[in-house]
């Protein structure tokens, strides 16, 4: 019934929108690296359901509302009335990358329970992908754990991408140990090369990739920023330098990434030609601002790659 079972984190992203006498106004951007991959698979034709939690207010309807709009199946997030989304104030640099500044009190989509995963959604689905936030907390950290035992039970690949945050941990060695938990269960992996750094103690890439290979994992990506990204199979490994653009906002450019891989894989496109289009997809997505908002469209992202010669 679904392509990718989507589960964790929702934000709201307070992003720079224009300047009024030198400051900036900020808008906010509904996001959360799950959420974006799951409206970047659907805006790919994909069908994802995002599993979550968020508030009962403005700021949990425009989460909601966000997705539905881009085609997601909102079914597996519930609105709490005492709990709010975490909140996230994006800032820019003059080169369009982002840092974040995290209002992060035990939000919402760390109050998932085990009991909120349904088994049906990982047996009707492909693909589950997850990151690390959720096992920050207790309570989440058990329905993540939930999910991926039943994603294991029927079959079903997990994908995961990292997305370290320190500042949303109490301390880095328990963000770290909850990275290697995830990738060791992960058939698809998404780390940058310095997450790959920090998960394995290696500075060079081909070793980090082989320290924490294991016997599930299929494809393993490393991202490089602008300098595109490496993908490691179990056939070969493929380089893609990236795509010149004039960036505008990063933000969302990771999940777009992510999301482009994980519909390759879904539509058994070849290695090398997946690199590119994921790349291109990341390219296209630090075009625009806001999260959500700048994820590719299948027939743009096409047209993009074509643009820009073809394999």
Same mark, same amino acid.
């Given at each position: 019934?679904?392509?990718?079972?989507?589960?964790?984190?929702?934000? /709201?992203?307070? %992003?720079?929108?224009?300047? %009024?006498?030198?400051?900036?106004?900020?808008?906010?951007?509904?996001?959360?690296?799950?959420?974006?991959?799951?409206?970047?698979?659907?805006?790919?034709?994909?069908?994802? /359901?995002?599993?979550? &939690? =968020?508030?009962?207010?403005?700021?949990?309807?425009?989460?909601?509302?966000?997705?539905?709009?881009?085609?997601?199946?909102?079914?597996? #997030? /519930?609105?709490?009335?005492?709990?709010?989304?975490?909140?996230?104030?994006?800032?820019?640099?003059?080169?369009?990358?982002?840092?974040?500044?995290?209002?992060?009190?035990?939000?919402?989509?760390?109050?998932?329970?085990?009991?909120?995963? &349904?088994?049906?959604?990982? @047996? *009707? !689905?492909?693909?589950?992908?997850?990151? /690390?936030?959720?096992? @920050?907390?207790?309570?989440? @950290?058990?329905?993540?754990? &939930?999910?991926?035992?039943?994603?294991?039970?029927?079959? #079903?690949? #997990?994908?995961?991408?990292?997305?370290?945050?320190?500042?949303?941990?109490? $301390?880095?060695?328990?963000?770290?140990?909850?990275?290697?938990? %995830?990738?060791?269960?992960?058939? #698809?992996?998404? =780390?940058? +090369? +310095? +997450?790959? *750094?920090?998960?394995?103690?290696?500075? $060079?890439?081909?070793?980090?990739? *082989? @320290?924490?290979?294991?016997?599930?994992?299929?494809?393993?990506?490393?991202? &490089?920023?602008?300098?595109?990204? %490496?993908?490691?199979?179990?056939?070969?490994?493929?380089?893609? +330098?990236?795509?010149?653009?004039?960036?505008?906002?990063?933000?969302? !450019?990771?999940?777009?990434?992510?999301?482009?891989?994980?519909?390759?894989?879904?539509?058994?496109?070849?290695?090398?030609?997946?690199?590119?289009?994921?790349?291109?997809?990341?390219?296209?997505?630090?075009?625009?601002?806001?999260?959500?908002? !700048?994820?590719?469209?299948?027939?743009?992202?096409?047209?993009?790659?074509?643009?820009?010669?073809?394999?």
């Amino acid at each position: 019934m679904w392509d990718v079972v989507c589960l964790g984190d929702l934000f /709201i992203d307070l %992003v720079p929108h224009s300047r %009024v006498d030198g400051q900036w106004l900020y808008v906010p951007s509904p996001g959360g690296a799950p959420g974006n991959v799951a409206a970047g698979l659907a805006k790919l034709d994909h069908k994802t /359901i995002m599993v979550s &939690r =968020v508030g009962a207010d403005a700021f949990g309807r425009l989460l909601i509302e966000a997705l539905l709009g881009y085609g997601v199946d909102v079914s597996g #997030i /519930i609105q709490s009335p005492t709990e709010h989304a975490g909140l996230s104030i994006v800032m820019l640099d003059g080169e369009g990358e982002r840092g974040f500044m995290f209002y992060h009190d035990r939000p919402a989509d760390q109050h998932i329970r085990a009991e909120d995963i &349904r088994e049906e959604w990982l @047996a *009707q !689905s492909k693909i589950l992908h997850v990151g /690390i936030l959720p096992l @920050a907390s207790p309570t989440s @950290a058990a329905a993540q754990r &939930r999910a991926m035992n039943l994603a294991d039970d029927n079959g #079903i690949p #997990i994908s995961c991408d990292v997305n370290f945050r320190p500042s949303l941990w109490q $301390n880095d060695e328990d963000m770290l140990a909850a990275g290697r938990e %995830v990738i060791s269960r992960s058939a #698809i992996v998404k =780390v940058s +090369e +310095e +997450e790959l *750094q920090s998960v394995t103690g290696k500075d $060079n890439v081909d070793a980090g990739v *082989q @320290a924490l290979w294991h016997d599930r994992l299929e494809f393993c990506s490393v991202t &490089r920023g602008a300098r595109g990204a %490496v993908l490691y199979t179990l056939n070969g490994t493929y380089d893609c +330098e990236g795509f010149k653009v004039e960036a505008t906002d990063t933000t969302g !450019s990771g999940d777009a990434y992510t999301a482009a891989v994980l519909s390759g894989v879904l539509s058994g496109i070849e290695p090398e030609r997946l690199l590119r289009v994921a790349c291109a997809a990341g390219g296209l997505a630090a075009t625009r601002k806001g999260a959500m908002k !700048s994820l590719p469209m299948k027939a743009e992202l096409a047209a993009f790659v074509e643009s820009a010669g073809s394999m």
